[in-house]
């Protein structure tokens, strides 16, 4: 297991990254059209009304000194109050943040038990009929936009067969995993063309290197020499890709939960853009860094494991 200096080292690396993010979320949420005062304000606000609504929100100060508030109250747990939902952002955020995690854990569970098995049948099977069929058909996902291939699954499997709903979340375990099947496979479908890719061809150079066929050669079984010396070799690289695919799935999120109608922090996001709810919006796009942070994080503490090496880089 990595070593406690390791995960520190790791950990301090994300401290910077995070400030660079709230800079960037600061600058840019203020260089958007309009004027969050007058989108608080009532339709008949007079002009010293929004004044002072732009006092509270402390828009008439310096753009340093709004920096420094900024910070403080992020680090706080202080995101502010949205302005569409009349209620504060960290409230709001947590309220649905379970859904959209839920969603990206689930999609990645089903892209690895779509791409695991037929990466391993590719690879031995390398250039022949299974091969090229199995690449052939997850070409057809990797080529395609996740909305498109939901709005397929939508249309098939649940206006036409009826056999799933067409959204919503679930009140229980086994109905969140019902209700979100589509919108998980409709990810999954798109990130185990990938895993696949990638997988495949981590193996085949695994399965001639020097070390596999030497341990063949001592005696060691296949189930030994597969988990030992060619699956946890093969797998550094695909972790990798992985953690780079739950990254832009976290942010992908906001498409596939409003196809599916699913009431997660993705599809408030767009409905905050829209809404020009700018608290709400800073406070999404923090929380998906956050995410965003602790998946690297998790695939660094995984490639270590697998690969000891890495922990002196």
């Known amino acids: 297991m990595p070593s406690l200096s390791y995960l520190l080292a790791r950990l301090v690396q994300i401290i910077p990254t995070f400030l660079l993010v709230m800079v960037f979320i600061f600058l840019i949420v203020r260089l958007l059209p309009g004027d969050p005062a ?11 009304q929004i004044e002072q609504i732009r006092r509270n929100l402390g828009l008439d100060q310096p753009l340093p000194v709004q920096f420094v508030v900024f910070v403080k ?23 649905r943040l379970p859904t959209t995690i839920f969603l990206a854990l689930y999609s990645v569970v089903l892209a690895i038990c779509l791409a695991g098995p037929l990466a391993f049948l590719a ?28 709005l397929l699954l939508l249309t098939v499997l649940a206006a036409k067969l009826r ?46 290197a020097d070390y596999v066929q030497f341990a063949r050669a001592k005696g060691l079984s296949p189930r030994i020499v597969m988990t030992r010396h060619v699956l946890r070799n093969a797998m550094v690289s695909t972790v990798t890709l992985l953690g780079l695919s739950i990254g832009n ?17 993705g599809r408030l996001m767009l409905e905050a853009i829209f809404a020009r709810d700018y608290p709400l919006i800073q406070g999404l796009t923090l929380t998906f860094a956050v995410l965003v942070s602790v998946v690297f994080l998790l695939t ?12 002196q880089s």
């Open 38 to 48: 007058i989108a608080m304000a009532e339709a008949k606000a007079t002009d010293a």
């Open 73 to 95: 109250n992020t680090l706080t747990g202080d995101l502010g109050r949205s302005i569409m939902l009349k209620a504060p952002v960290t409230e709001v955020i947590l309220a």
């Open 123 to 150: 690879a031995a099977r390398a250039n022949g009929a299974a091969d090229i069929a199995i690449r052939s058909v997850f070409q057809v996902g990797l080529s395609m936009p996740v909305f498109y291939i939901g």
């Open 163 to 208: 056999l799933f709903p067409v959204g919503g979340y679930g009140t229980s375990f086994l109905d969140n995993l019902y209700h979100l099947i589509l919108p998980a496979l409709s990810v999954a479908l798109y990130t185990s063309a990938i895993i696949l890719r990638n997988l495949r061809a981590s193996l085949i150079e695994v399965l001639d």
């Open 249 to 265: 799935l976290m942010s992908g999120t906001l498409v596939t939960e409003t196809v599916f109608a699913v009431p997660g922090v």
């Open 300 to 311: 660094d503490v995984v490639q270590s494991w697998l690969d000891p090496r890495l922990r």
